[in-house]
């Protein structure tokens, strides 16, 4: 028989020292689910609700990271536009999203976040998706939990409609 391997972790299963740097890989969510660029807004929509996510990473049969699709972008740039739910997500994704490698300091990932006000991450190595890191993830560590909060201050800064 053989034994599961234990694939999610929380923070406290971790020993840092004070000094230690946490880095994205310590704490990032992995394997990250995705779609293929081919799939349609429907499959992507079905899959986001079944994750219970607002976005979704979008690669290439090698898990090359190719986009990243939100909720948002199925209604404004799909529905909105007249797409319909056999349109393919390529047609709506953000191509080249903004992403971080796991050796990235989680301090330096929260800035990322904060700048381009983004709750999700990809991580990625050498251009394949490798895993998520979620505003969620930094929130549950004690280690870091304050800027999780500075993060979500500045992603969450109310927007205004354009008049």
Known sequence: MFKKRKTTYHITDFKFKE???????????????????????????????????????????SNNLMGIVTDR?????????????????????????????????IEEATNVMSHHQIRRLPVTDNGRLVGILALGDIAVSDHVADKAGDALSNISEPARPEM
């Open 19 to 61: 000094g230690d740097i946490l880095k994205v890989n310590d704490i990032m969510t992995s394997p990250a689910k995705s779609v293929r660029v081919n799939s349609t807004l429907g499959e992507v929509a079905d899959e986001m609700k079944r994750l219970n996510v607002g976005s979704i990473p979008v690669c290439d049969d």
């Open 73 to 105: 972008d199925i209604v404004v740039k799909g529905i909105s536009q007249g797409h319909n739910n056999g349109a393919t997500v390529e047609s709506v994704m953000t191509k080249n999203p903004i992403t971080v490698s796991p050796e990235t300091s």
